[in-house]
């Protein structure tokens, strides 16, 4: 009895084994410059390892669930890698997350139906819960619940949400006892999903990055401006009824200055437009120095847009809630801010300022 429960530990150690390499490995070849990066999966293949031999060692019952939260872990990565090698990674998102959903609703219902044999369902919404856990655990070192967690963390929380519908999803087509109920449930799934891979993680990154689902806002911001010659200025000095401020923070500019090229090209396209003013707002994180002055850099550049320095950086930061890493347009009328979100979602609110 001993020996054999030590044989099945050892397969099962195998097994997970497996599973985790090609999650590394698919990693490492279909990203870009993954070779470059494997020595970050190090610590993080450190401590799955860790995990995998410690649960080897426990109940059958227990390595069941963890190796479904295994699955749940790297069977989403593997469609992604899928994806990559097929070109379709960005142009085709909300179709991978569609497929990841379906993927996972269809993995919770046969691990049911083959290992459980449709009995105790609720293990189900435990192994999930134990892939969320995983999940976190893997993806971050330092302390969490901090001031920059949530939107430094908006694409892996969308992810998660993703994975915890698909994984409430198998639950459902779990409980099915009969075909009518499975046809009912599969289509309530595939609709649902589809709905929720094209809306739901952009809504999700959108609140925790900007502040609401859709960057709609309504507050009024108090903001110190002045030119380059240091005279202070304001957004009543600009006669349009809107102002669309690209927040530009010249402390990343290796990035930032891609999204002014980007703004650019939408203020060029809306260039005919009466009702628009297109700025930019050079600001840093934290307080000025010698080495960051937004007219400095702006006179290496070849940026067209007129520029105004916010002379209050912390006092703008917080009064917009924004993260300063991110892709930041803000949409004022007169002084009250009313949309805040990044250059291609702005494009799209624009065409309903008129209508």
Same mark, same amino acid.
């Given at each position: ?21 090609? +999650? ?14 494997? #020595?970050?999966?190090?610590?993080? +293949? ?47 998102? !909300? ?11 269809? %993995? ?5 139906? +083959? ?6 369902? =609720? ?5 999930? $819960? ?9 993806? $971050?070192?330092?302390?969490? +619940? ?11 929380? @969308? =992810? ?67 030119? @380059?010659? $240091?005279?202070?200025? @304001? ?6 009824? =809107? ?15 891609? =999204?002014?090229? !980007? ?18 707002? $050079? ?27 916010? !002379? ?22 007169? !002084? %009250? ?11 799209? #609110? ?6």
């Amino acid at each position: 009895m001993v020996g054999n429960r030590n044989k099945f530990g050892l397969r099962y150690f195998l097994w997970a084994t497996g599973l985790w390499v090609i +999650f590394v490995f698919s990693n490492v070849i279909f990203t870009s410059q993954g070779w470059n990066r494997i #020595y970050n999966f190090y610590p993080n +293949f450190i401590l799955m390892e860790c995990l995998i031999l410690l649960f080897a060692l426990a109940s059958k019952r227990i390595r069941e669930d963890f190796l479904l939260s295994l699955f749940l872990l790297v069977m989403p990565h593997v469609i992604y890698t899928i994806f990559i090698g097929a070109g379709l990674e960005e142009e085709r998102e !909300d179709l991978f997350n569609a497929t990841c959903m379906v993927a996972v609703a269809a %993995t919770v219902y046969f691990w049911n139906l +083959f290992s459980l044999h449709g009995k105790r369902t =609720y293990r189900v919404l435990i192994s999930t $819960g134990g892939t969320i856990f995983l999940i976190f655990i893997l993806n $971050g070192w330092e302390s969490y +619940f901090g001031e920059d967690f949530w939107p430094e963390r908006s694409h892996l929380i @969308s =992810y998660l949400c993703l994975l915890v519908l698909g994984g409430l999803f198998g639950y459902l087509f779990c409980l099915c006892r009969n075909l009518r109920q499975q046809i009912i449930a599969g289509v309530l799934i595939l609709s649902v999903s589809t709905w929720c891979a094209i809306h739901l993680p952009r809504a999700v990154e959108t609140f925790l990055v900007y502040g609401s689902p859709t960057g709609v806002t309504q507050r009024v911001i108090n903001m110190e401006l002045s030119d @380059s010659e $240091g005279h202070k200025k @304001s957004l009543s000095d600009f006669p349009n009824r =809107y102002k669309v401020c690209l927040v530009w923070n010249v402390e990343i500019n290796n990035n930032s200055k891609f =999204y002014v090229q !980007d703004f650019e090209k939408l203020a060029l396209r809306n260039r005919h437009n009466p009702s628009l003013s297109f700025i930019l707002l $050079g600001i840093v994180p934290h307080e000025y120095g010698a080495g960051n002055n937004p007219f400095a850099v702006y006179e290496t550049e070849h940026f067209t847009l007129p520029l105004l320095k916010v !002379d209050n950086p912390v006092g703008f930061w917080e009064q917009t809630k924004a993260y300063p890493e991110f892709e930041l347009v803000c949409v004022f009328k007169n !002084d %009250t801010l009313i949309f805040q979100n990044d250059i291609k979602a702005t494009a799209n #609110y624009i065409k309903t300022l008129n209508k």
